[in-house]
């Protein structure tokens, strides 16, 4: 059956390919993709990423996946992207199901089809693609000989919207989880029993979670009264799965290299996880906790062979704050050293704001000078102190006044508006910022009569209160307050050398619903779905009025989760997910934050209490180095 | 600094990868091979590959050539096999010589293509008939679109041969002999108007790329100065 679907697959495509906007995105072949012999192998993983494949072959953790599982000889691990509009409407037409790329096997031939979940308005693109899968999108309707369907990724930590179409999800780190669930797989395969008994054994494992086995009951007031185990050895809570060890952990030594261009085309260096610096609405900071650098000689052989088996022309030290990593100039001088001669660049995503990442910026890039990015979030000091932003208007010129000397014409700066308890005031405060850096720049640029190329461009997100940070009880701002803002903080930009960037504030109001959503919400994603809504994250894509439309006709109020200040009390639709922080620091950073007051990082001042140590076992794990001096100066 | 000049094919497994795709993979198979490709100065440093005429996404040939500028001497007849070793299925080198330092680019010497078209046909007209016509004609129009507004071309001039290779049961096959490159050039798709295959059922292949000279074709391997 397999073999005649693929031949089938080869004619249609040929049919189909020349028609459709890079064909390339759908043929595979690439070089390090793994294809083995699907009947030689007992268990079969499907890797979904719910975007198109441009997007998709750009996250680190599918690689990993990929080397992880494809490693092992019972298991195959091939990818699944989402097929670009173009292409969609071309499948639909001949009854083309969607495939994978190694081996073009249908997504329902698949034994666990995996989506990672990294942004809310990816929801749309996870049920496009269990339709055009064929696999039932209500995980109740399943049946056996039908894939399970597992989620991961940051918005598993909230997955409540998706609670009926997911299986199970994995909470956290995949790379120990995953292997267990194959593991777990294999033994019930062998054991003929029905999905029921695969999910009740899985849900035993730490770190998965099985939506059905739970229910929620809610109060006449629309919150939440319960959420509880429907089996007595279910768990009331799950807590998060975390690799404790960076440097013992896999690692793959050869990336697939596309042929079309795709973001992050790089060799990508995980020097670390976690962040501790705290920033109030962040939620990658408080999930991905403790923060756990690699070694440096867990990094020089990592890109020794990753150079060597993909040919990439360029290294990207990557993780939320690379400029935080101890060792950040001795990995960066090393690499130059050895990978500058063979014509290999190196770069880093993301700077902290002080002189000192500057030099090092400007060490690194004396060849290719990529874009320079700050991100001072907030306009103000009294309002960077609220979101525990630590940075000063002083940190900020002193890096621009660096960043200037050393060459660079232009700057990228971001901001935020939305945030709790922000003014007016804080959002001239950005325009103001971004105007001395901009004079700033020119006169030290004037020098070498390059004052007229300087540029400063501003990209302002806007705030989006997520579960599991001090901000999780805040209401988001109106749409019309957004627009307002963003309208008046665009009238206060004068200078033609800033641009000004900024977010569709409707995408923010959906992803903010989204975000803090419950499982009432599966009706609305179905209905936006099934009447048009995909690739929401795409401006040309996006249709707020379906959306709209789809609150509307399931009785469901948007705003009852973008705009509503939760109480203190409130049980949360994710309580029952546990990063490690607790609630309770968590309530406390949302005080300290409207009192304006700082807390700081725990890699150098000491424990603050967030929990996550004594609650999952774990430790900071720091290497040394001569930036975590400079850091603790 | 030697300068070597390679033939290779792109086959039916990367048909749907563009040009620019094409650079990318070549490139990245140099550093995996690990050889002392030289690279250009400024900003950003290139590695010094150039390409003769640009393949376009859905074909495959038999017949494209590049030029490698590398800062040491390597064995010539080793560069295919060595290429080939780091490519993906479907890009061949095929084989390679040595160029002059001084030799004319093959983006400056190469003027002909040669390509086969094989594909369903429409009802009517047989292709043996099409071909005549199209043989017969002194004008072969076509419109381009350029920056400053449309423009006319006639195709004829520049197409050199045309012969049937064979038709049979609604399918046939033709081998087109065309000029390309900067002097005038004919986009095998634009021919396709004038003969009766159905829309979107073609295959189109290009065989090989030459420099005519005095009246005979050479190969860009034999163009070495």
């Not at chain 2, 399918?171 to 396709?192: D, F, H, K, W, Y």
Request: aromatic letters at 8%.
């Amino acid at each position: 059956m397999g073999k005649w679907l693929a031949v089938k697959h080869e004619h249609l495509l040929d049919e189909i390919l020349p028609l459709v906007s890079k064909p390339a995105r759908y043929t595979g072949n690439e070089w390090n993709a793994v294809r083995k012999d699907w009947d030689q192998v007992a268990v079969k993983v499907a890797l979904a990423f719910p975007d198109i494949y441009d997007v998709g072959m750009g996250h680190l953790g599918y690689k990993i996946l990929y080397h992880i599982l494809n490693s092992r000889e019972d298991t195959l691990a091939e990818r699944v992207y989402a097929p670009w509009v173009d292409m969609e409407a071309k499948m639909r037409e001949h009854n083309l199901p969607l495939f994978s790329l190694e081996t073009r096997h249908e997504l329902n031939r698949f034994d666990l089809v995996g989506f990672t979940l990294q942004y809310e308005l990816s929801y749309t693109n996870v049920l496009n693609m269990l339709d055009l899968g064929n696999i039932p999108l209500l995980a109740a309707e399943r049946k056996k000989g039908d894939p399970f369907v597992i989620g991961g990724g940051p918005c598993a930590f909230n997955p409540e919207p998706l609670a009926d179409f997911f299986d199970l999800f994995v909470i956290g780190a995949g790379e120990e989880a995953l292997p267990e669930l194959v593991d777990l797989y294999r033994q019930w395969s062998a054991s003929g029993g029905d999905r029921k008994d695969f999910l009740r054994q899985a849900a035993q494992m730490e770190g998965v979670y099985v939506p059905a086995f739970y229910t929620v009951k809610y109060n006449g007031n629309g919150t939440i009264q319960a959420v509880e185990p429907v089996y007595p050895n279910v768990p009331r809570v799950v807590r998060k799965r975390v690799i404790k060890d960076l440097d013992a952990a896999p690692f793959p030594d050869r990336f697939v290299v596309p042929y079309v261009d795709v973001i992050h085309d790089r060799v990508m260096l995980e020097v670390m996880r976690g962040c501790t610096r705290s920033c109030r609405f962040c939620q990658a900071g408080m999930i991905y906790r403790p923060v756990r650098e690699r070694r440096p000689e867990t990094l020089r052989r990592q890109a020794e062979a990753l150079v060597r088996n993909t040919g990439y022309e360029e290294i990207s030290l990557t993780s939320l704050s690379t400029g935080d990593y101890g060792a950040v100039e001795d990995v960066a001088r090393d690499l130059l050293r050895r990978y500058g001669p063979c014509g290999v660049a190196l770069s880093l995503p993301s700077l902290r704001l002080d002189s000192f990442s500057v030099n090092l910026a400007n060490e690194i890039q004396k060849q290719r000078k990529t874009g320079l990015t700050f991100a001072p979030e907030a306009g103000s000091q009294r309002l960077r102190n609220v979101i525990n932003k630590n940075v000063t208007d002083e940190n900020l010129f002193t890096a621009a006044r660096a960043a200037f000397a050393a060459g660079w014409d232009s700057i990228k700066l971001y901001f935020m508006i939305g945030l709790p308890t922000e003014t007016k005031e804080d959002i001239a405060g950005i325009a103001r910022l971004a105007q001395e850096v901009l004079q700033l720049g020119r006169k030290v640029r004037s020098k070498k009569s390059k004052g007229h190329r300087v540029k400063v461009s501003l990209s302002v997100a806007t705030f989006v209160p997520k579960s599991h940070t001090p901000f999780q009880w805040e209401a988001q701002d109106s749409l019309q307050v957004l627009e307002e803002k963003q309208a008046y903080l665009h009238s206060l930009i004068q200078d033609r050398a800033i641009s000004f960037s900024w977010h569709d504030a409707r995408t923010s109001f959906l992803e903010a619903v989204l975000a803090r959503g419950d499982r009432r919400l599966a009706a609305v994603l179905q209905r936006a779905w099934q009447n048009g809504c995909k690739f929401d994250s795409w401006s040309e894509q996006f249709k707020f009025d379906i959306w709209m439309e789809a609150f509307a006709s399931t009785g469901i109020d948007p705003l009852f989760y973008s705009q509503r200040q939760r109480d203190k009390e409130e049980i949360l639709p994710w309580d029952h997910i546990h990063c490690g922080v607790s609630k309770a620091f968590l309530w406390k950073e949302r005080e300290r934050a409207l009192a304006g007051q700082v807390t700081p990082d725990c890699r150098f001042e000491g424990c603050q209490g967030c929990g996550v140590c004594v609650e999952l076992g774990v430790d900071n794990v720091l290497v040394g180095g001569e930036n975590r001096a400079a850091t603790e100066s | 600094m030697p300068r070597l000049r390679a033939k290779f094919a792109k086959k039916e497994p990367v048909r749907f990868i563009s040009h620019l795709d094409l650079m990318r993979t070549v490139a990245r198979a140099v550093r995996r091979a690990q050889l002392p490709i030289a690279f250009s100065g400024g900003y950003h440093p290139q590695p010094r590959i150039a390409y003769g005429s640009a393949l376009p996404v859905g074909m495959t040939s038999d017949g494209e050539y590049v030029d490698m500028e590398f800062t040491e001497p390597l064995p010539v007849a080793e560069l295919p096999a060595c290429l080939n070793r780091q490519l993906p299925e479907g890009i061949d080198f095929l084989r390679a010589v040595e160029i002059e330092p001084r030799a004319r680019s093959l983006m400056g010497i190469i003027n002909r293509a040669q390509y086969t078209v094989t594909g369903q046909l429409k009802d009517g007209t047989g292709l043996k008939q099409a071909v005549a016509d199209l043989l017969a004609a002194t004008e072969l129009l076509v419109v381009r679109e350029r920056r400053r507004g449309k423009q006319q071309i006639n195709l004829r001039p520049m197409i050199f041969a045309v012969e049937v290779l064979w038709e049979n049961d609604g399918i046939g096959a033709l081998s087109l002999l065309v000029q390309t490159g900067s002097a005038g050039n004919v986009r095998p798709g634009e021919v396709l108007q004038f003969l009766p295959f159905r829309e979107n059922q073609v295959k189109i292949h290009r065989v090989d790329l030459f420099i005519s000279q005095g009246g005979r074709l050479l190969s860009p391997l034999e163009v070495v100065s």
